[in-house]
């Protein structure tokens, strides 16, 4: 058999797009994950494609999101021939809805932005946003629209990675965890795991809120901590709205089969993924202010995730300064699905050792939390 | 193989309940469910033996519940002995609590009632109330404790019944529906079902809110429409009340595990089972006033069951006045739990030709509700 | 609110593919299920589309299956793109696999007859089958090929069906049941139900094994017995096939992200929906024959659900003798999923008055299995 | 708030009867897990306490075994009480079946030592066995009766440990994940987590086949390993055997309502918890040759579990050589649920510093499988 060329820790969203965009381009590659793959924060998301919805200033993140989301309609259609798997991309646009004065004017700023940065927004009155989505309350004050700021389904895109991937040749190693690093002469060349040693030239870290214990042994200080986002879900036979609805605190997100996600709070620094009655509280009384009718639908369930945050709110995403062919990919907050593909590619590239001019990745370093010293002998001090 | 001396239609609480203490006297039953045993309203009870709680006038349903309520202790054990089911019978008492001045003067009413008539019942101030339940709200104005209102779990209560009268001989035949009644010469003579015909002498209507079409083949008007209750439950390591508390629209009843049960909404006259949003919304509010820490414990799930009721709020017991053999027991309403061993105990009753002197049964005769008059040829008009 | 025109009675796959295509057409529908849309055996379904994999002679099931066959790659995009659910539909063809001398008789019989009607299929050696699907069985003696014959998801597809109907403005009404007709002057007028009286001009019966009593309120002699079939699925990273495998008793059908399906068992004569531990034996031996690498996939779970069964093995499709505006619409057996456009389309040109020429719908009659006299006064006798 | 004065790690049945027996003497401790408690192995088990069945010398595990199951039926009483669950506790003794003449040249060595030892063991006929279990196969040759051999319900056991700790006091932190040791001086001093430090005099690492990386980290050589192993249950009204029934790599064990539990497989050395279809077609195909009848009844569900093995079989109970207050109590295989009351006890003796002389545990040290030689400053080398 084939040699393994790269080992990818962690099975979530990220990981799972850097399986399949690795596999794509012939690398040999396994998909390690310590429970099952999409298990985690990847499987608890509503999906969105919001890379507009709330920038208000040109940055590194605004190109990477922007990057990213061009990326979507292709990669469904590879996914879907691949895999079988319908990842939901809807592209019905998103409605960041004004409920006060104050609110009006943050979403002013943002549409100010988005118009001179060139990108499609648009300030609908409340009468438009009703004309538009007639469920919605009178209560509003109007709301911005971005067309382009489309969703995905996103345990289905989670999953049609790592099948893709399977397809065209990675291996998936579920319930196998990641134990240490073996890092020699200024490299990685592989992990021990709880089912063996497995040698490859590059591994990366893809674990999300749980990649801490890896990037201490490699030296890096990349603080990653847990926040909770508790979500869930109505059913209705015709669909309450089309739009994705995006407001303070609560996020209503149409699926297929007359779905729609109520998402959700933010509770930080815990590992506990409990859902509890408060938090279903909160999220009803600001659902049922935005759209008075969902008390009539049908509940389905709730449930939530660890999305994993940086001190800086910017992933981290590169090779490690020290040990060669060690890379990070992790720390991305809420934006996973939205970011994956072009974090996946990303990746792939630095695997092929290309480096994509356009986009810049500076902002990004894992070393920017550090002010490390490598001594001779190349031990991080 | 013995012939089947009653067939009983409908396997909720009250027919399981039947089937055992028939069972349990050595006669030959049959219980037919359209579905699964218990798949209805027996399984979303909350299980509460209220027998005193609301109960404000001498009369024919509070000697039928205190009644019922005295055969639990032996029951709880026979059924553990036949089938090793435990159904939680609790016995730590029910909080009646206040919220209002008006609530003080008809607790008050209650609580006069049951000293009269000899039962146990005592007025808590809120600061009695407090250490007795150091959790609940310090703004309630006090409340009426009934230390005899236990409670069991209903989903294993049915299943126990049911599970016992196998155990002793019973057939239990799921996924069948009786399709009518075998009536002759002024007698049942057995049901025709989607599996099949069944002979029998005896046959016991006791489908709760799906008994209509087969009375109405009977000639009897026994209207009986459903009310939905929705409920929700949330978990916690330690549980956050001992007693059942209970008061407007709400009550918290403690099971075991750690698990409480957050009940009921009322919806009449449909049979649509949805759970929906607005329902869990209004429960989630009326528990918090009682129990403001309850915003902390762990979500688990939601459901809901329809209560079969009745014009006067009585169930349906009796024979049926023309067709011998054939008998009703259904209309329970909510209290279907707390009767459901003293309606079994009278069923079999009458199975062998015996009679309770001890409980008068007229307020709940099947025709009480018509003005039949059977001709010549025994055909109903 | 515009009167209703029609009342569809059964929200399986055949009553949502009838709400859909009369939708489409304008007509004012309300579809109803006593439980859940899509809660019987159309969710049970495995999905082929096996026009050809069984048929040795021409006649009118051979049209009627060609003829639905070809609606499947249309309805797939208008379905997605009312209701964004993928329907599943795959097109990497059915390998009927022989597994003796027998096998090979029957099955170069059919391939005759197919090649006479001028449809594609192809005998392939043992060799040329495991050349194509490398992880088959090196016991089997050959398999015909039928590229055409592809599949869907069942449960996405009726629900996509109903979900498309309520965008379209049809009503669905869950947990509603159809007590009876009402029949009056030579023509329905509409129904009776739990939840209250439904008027319209049309009726249509479409409630699978359980149309039975409706059909004997018009007088019709229908028998439909169901036959319970049970299956199981099993997944895997990478899929082990990419065709449908046929064979005796037991067919394994690959479903999107990994799922493979095994089906499936038949049991006649009982409403029992129960998945017993032979079932899946049995199953188990026969897959384990075609496939022995499948022993290595994981268990997912096991159903079952209820074919609707004729005595000649052909639905009844058309419109009641004497009543007039009175459609049935059952018995489809196990070719629900695949007749349900085409039947839904007859049934709308129906309610159309159109009549399509090219296909022939005398085999279905409604009233082929009795010898009805209608005498004056038009009542059936 | 009172300091903790235990950290215990895991929330298995062996953490949580640790936590429990020590809450009950007033010793503060928070109960650890990184999932939730009870998720795994304890969640699997059949339950079997089957402290005779297997064991053919006298030895330290059968004095462990006999002490602890002495311990059940006190401990069912008081955890009722404490939680309202009942565990289960069913003492109608376990037939060791001979399907063949080794078989019973192995059971008669087994029932000799237990005569010899005193403990009650019979020999029955086929026919005898037969009489007392109808449904058991006629090809069986004989089977040996334990009456002693109770059984309880597994994942009921661990609950109602942690539940009643929690009652008593006891800190349950789920989603906690043991990062390190604190050891400082000769001692353990507390604990790092995912969720912060914490402070204690005393830690016990009871994380069965995950307690790894701590021994590790503490010095100690204690190979666990895991040893997965798949179950099914399945349903009848009434049950199909009485007696637990054990034979080669399969038994048969009755729980309440019904239930049939199946188990169960053996695959070593990978923590690939997946049920895979060839696990289940061995159960089946072995229960089948016991109790032909349990083909009929309906199938429920699959799972797995993972049991922490050992180089000896025997588990790791006992203090660290070195650091005092460090405890572990790991690698109990398959008899965790039976060992875990005695397990519990010893620790809590050895918290207390006490020591029961009744029970030597030299053959479980911790250190019994190594040369561990403390250098001066105590660190081990």
Known sequence: MKPIDAVIVGGGVIGS???????????????LDRDRVGSQASNAAAGMLAAQAEI??????????????????????DLKELTGIDIGLKRRGLLRVAMSDVDVTDIQCTLDFQ????EQAEWLSMEQ????????????????????DSQVDAPELCSAFAQAAAVLGAQIKEFTEVKSLLLAEGRVTGVITS????????????????????????????PIYPVKGECFSVLSHAPLVQSTIFSHGCYLVPKKGGRLVVGATTTSHSYDRKVTLGGIGNLLDASKQLLPCIVDAEWERAWSGLRPQTLDGLPYLGEHPYWKGLYVAAGHYRNGILLSPMTGKIVADWAEGKIDKNISLDSYRVDR?????????GVPS
Chains 1, 2, 3, 4 share one sequence.
Not at 19 to 25: D, K, L, P
Not at 206 to 216: F, K
Not at 369 to 377: A, G
Request: proline share 3%; aromatic share 6%; with cysteine.
């Open 17 to 31: 797009a850097i399986a399949y965009y690795m596999s794509a381009r012939g690398i040999k590659v396994v998909l």
């Open 56 to 77: 208000t200033e040109a940055g590194p993140m605004f190109d990477l999101a922007l990057a990213s989301r061009t990326l979507f309609p292709q990669l469904s259609t």
């Open 115 to 118: 118009k001179k940065a060139g």
């Open 129 to 148: 946003v009703r004309h538009k989505e007639p469920s919605i309350s009178s209560e509003i004050r109007g709301a911005m629209l971005i067309e382009e």
């Open 195 to 222: 089912e063996g040693t497995i040698r490859a030239d590059q591994v990366i870290i893809a674990s999300g809120t749980w990649s801490g214990s890896l990037l201490t042994q490699a030296g890096l200080t990349c």
């Open 369 to 377: 939390h550090e002010n490390v010293h490598f001594e001779k002998e």
